[in-house]
């Protein structure tokens, strides 16, 4: 029968991955993208039944961690579609082909372009079903290597929209899940977000899918609660209505997607604040992110906090043995990051950089450490990552304060404080007003709520903050100061430096000779 035999080439090609994974690369690089969108339909039946069969097996290999036949599943669907013509399931094939490349070692952009092809593929098809699982396949995990990652919330609500149709519930859910995990690393404001999160969960309740309310309570909401003061204590995710401990039954490391997902926004939190248990804790549960959320941006974002964490354990500790496995792990993640910059800039190079001036800090690099510093800062402000943005102003802080030098310090602090502001991250910016007594902040850390008391002090903070030269540029003048040794050229990029700050089109230096003014 077809279903025997698709299986019985499931089993033999648990062996024979390398091979058939060789043979259906070449077979799609035979064909542009504008082939493969035009390609005739599948019109015999023993193929279209075999489709149903493997698109029926995807999930099962999937979900039972059975890696290997899921990617010679994918290659066969493909196979399948460039030899016999498209179907309705080729979309899905060339989707699990795009994980397929990632497991063989294929570099991250291909696997976007395959993924992009499949998601054009289902929009051929009028089946919203079928375009529902694609989409959530493109955002969730291929789309943020190449563009930014605001890019996928069209595509997840889009999802959401037919889920309120009745369409696709499961994937609906998930689209709900990444669109908020994903906003959450893009740092929309809390509050904003709050709102999403709390109209997502109303959806999945209503849908009745519980599976997905707990992923999101521990990937994005309890976190958030946390930054903005609401929870049981700043350093816990625990509420009245929900214990994460309980949850797990104080067992935080078995590998699940529920494990992942508290993983992930956990790791961040803990860094933001502070807790070195909650650190230790998460910091093991690496791999489970990996394995569960393969590919996605939940699994970068966990790696970036994974490197601040070994670093700054590096900063704290005299054990040279870890100091050096340290060092040599954050420095792995950091390639990687510099890597993935090279195609999605906008996502991953504050990231980079940030990463490496904090190796070149742990190295006593002092001077690398600034430059990079200070190009992170230029990145971060790009690509509007408002609370990366005041982490890399709090890092930058802690630098200047190593040196002696506390008046720097003390203006990166303020930046940072203003911006966690800005985000809505209470708890943050009151643990920064208590390491920082001396400083005169606008306090906030007293107003939990986002009323119009929280605005005005934003407003109060701005006020202050456009009194005074932007201190990144008085930074960015004291290097040009440092290196350049000829007036002509260097008067020129100071002029850069003031208009830049000043945002004008347009600037001049006059000269005075005695009694005459020369423009």
């Avoid at 309705?88 to 082909?97: M, Q, R, V």
């Avoid at 999802?159 to 696709?168: A, D, V």
């Avoid at 964490?309 to 870890?322: C, E, F, G």
Wanted: proline letters at 2%; a negative charge; glycine letters at 4%.
């Amino acid at each position: 029968s077809a279903a025997s035999d698709v299986y019985k080439r499931q089993v033999e090609s648990k062996q024979q991955i390398g091979s058939t994974f060789t043979k259906t690369k070449n077979l799609v690089n035979q064909y542009t993208s504008e082939q493969l969108l035009t390609a005739e339909k599948m019109t015999n039946e023993h193929c279209l039944l075999r489709m149903e069969i493997h698109n029926a097996l995807a999930p099962a290999f999937y979900l039972s961690g059975l890696a290997l036949s899921y990617a010679t599943n994918a290659c066969n669907m493909v196979q399948l579609t460039l030899k016999h013509g498209q179907c309705e399931l080729s979309s899905i094939g060339y989707a699990a082909y795009a994980t397929a490349m990632s497991m063989m070692g294929e570099k991250y952009p291909a696997c976007y372009q395959i993924s992009k092809l499949a998601k054009s593929v289902s929009d051929l098809w009028e089946s919203k079903y079928h375009r529902s699982t694609i989409y959530q396949y493109f955002s969730s995990s291929y789309q943020h290597w190449c563009e930014p990652i605001e890019n996928s919330y069209i595509f997840q609500e889009q999802i959401i929209t037919w889920g309120e149709e009745g369409i696709n519930l499961i994937f609906a859910g998930y689209g709900v899940l990444f669109k908020v995990c994903n906003k959450f690393i893009k740092g929309v404001q809390l509050d904003e977000l709050q709102i999403d999160i709390e109209q997502g969960l109303s959806f999945l309740n209503k849908k009745q899918q519980p599976a997905t309310v707990n992923f999101v309570l521990l990937g994005a909401y309890q976190s958030l609660l946390a930054l903005q003061g609401k929870t049981l204590s700043p350093n816990s995710l625990n509420t009245e209505s929900f214990n994460v401990g309980q949850y797990f039954n104080d067992d935080f490391h078995v590998p699940s997607m529920d494990t992942a997902f508290y993983t992930f926004a956990t790791l961040r939190h803990a860094y933001l604040l502070g807790d070195k248990v909650l650190q230790a804790q998460c910091i093991k549960n690496i791999d489970i992110v990996c394995m569960f959320l393969p590919d996605t941006p939940e699994m970068t974002e966990s790696l970036f906090y994974v490197a601040l964490i070994l670093l700054n354990d590096n900063l704290t500790n005299n054990t040279q043995s870890l100091n050096k496995e340290n060092l040599e792990k954050a420095q792995k993640i950091c390639d990687q990051f510099q890597a993935w910059s090279v195609d999605s800039a906008k996502n991953y190079s504050h990231k980079y950089l940030l990463i490496a001036a904090e190796i070149a800090r742990a190295k006593e690099q002092n001077d690398l450490a600034a430059k990079f510093y200070a190009k992170a800062l230029d990145a971060v402000e790009i690509a509007d990552f408002i609370h990366c943005e005041a982490l890399i102003n709090e890092r930058y802080a802690q630098y200047w304060l190593d040196l002696g030098q506390r008046r720097i310090a003390a203006n990166c602090i303020r930046d940072a404080h203003y911006l966690y502001a800005r985000w809505g991250a209470v708890a943050k910016c009151a643990q920064i007003e208590k390491q920082w007594p001396k400083l005169g902040f606008n306090l906030i850390s007293d107003v939990v709520s986002s009323g119009p008391n929280l605005q005005s002090s934003i407003q109060s903070t701005v006020t202050d903050q456009t009194q005074s030269l932007d201190l990144h540029s008085l930074l960015k003048a004291n290097q040009l100061l440092s290196e350049e040794i000829y007036v002509n050229s260097l008067l020129e990029k100071m002029m850069v430096v003031l208009m830049e700050n000043a945002g004008a089109q347009y600037g001049a230096i006059t000269v005075s000779y005695t009694h005459l003014t020369l423009p």
